[in-house]
């Protein structure tokens, strides 16, 4: 596991200074200081059709904290706004808090409440699912249950597995993007 996530921080941090040297405009976002805003009225940055990465807010929900900071690292690196959480149970106490559309990187064996039981729990709540979409990021393919296979199949959720590549990480987040954008519709109007 060490090696898999040196070899993929390694990967990143690659990756992003070869972009920064071929675009010297290109400045990573500030780092996160653990703090979650979700308080405001949805940006407007999350209307229909906005596909700019500076709009979208993503949550990350896996136990390992290393995993958490590299991808992080790339998605602030991108332009995203980030947030994470340790456990399912964070990581659903967070979505239910938002008012903007989330895009969420899912691990599935989690302390506490594993990514199939937040998948579930945010299933039970149409609201909340509609407001969210899911991508499954996981080394655990082989030990979902059948029940995991078709609640992700009636959901159209994405399952990229560990190790990945940067590339299909970054694809899998604009394709959630495209989805949320095609289904939210324009947002509610700020409270007065």
Known sequence: MASTLMSITSAVTDAMQSEAIIDRSVSP?????????????????????????????ILIVDDEPDIRKMLRDLLQFEGYTVS?????MIGLDQLRASP???????DYKMPRM???ELLQAV?????????????????NLPSFSPALHQLLADAAISVIQKPFQIAVILDEVERAIARLSASQGPPDPPAP
């Open 29 to 57: 976002a500030p780092a996160s200081n653990g703090d979650h805003d979700f308080s405001g009225a949805p940006s407007p940055a999350t209307s229909a059709g906005s596909t700019k990465a500076s709009d979208w807010h």
């Open 84 to 88: 994470d959480a340790a456990d399912g």
């Open 100 to 106: 903007r559309p989330l895009i969420v990187l899912l």
């Open 114 to 116: 594993n990514g199939e």
């Open 123 to 139: 299933m039970a709540d149409p609201q909340l699912a509609h407001r969210h979409a899911f991508i499954f990021v996981t080394a």
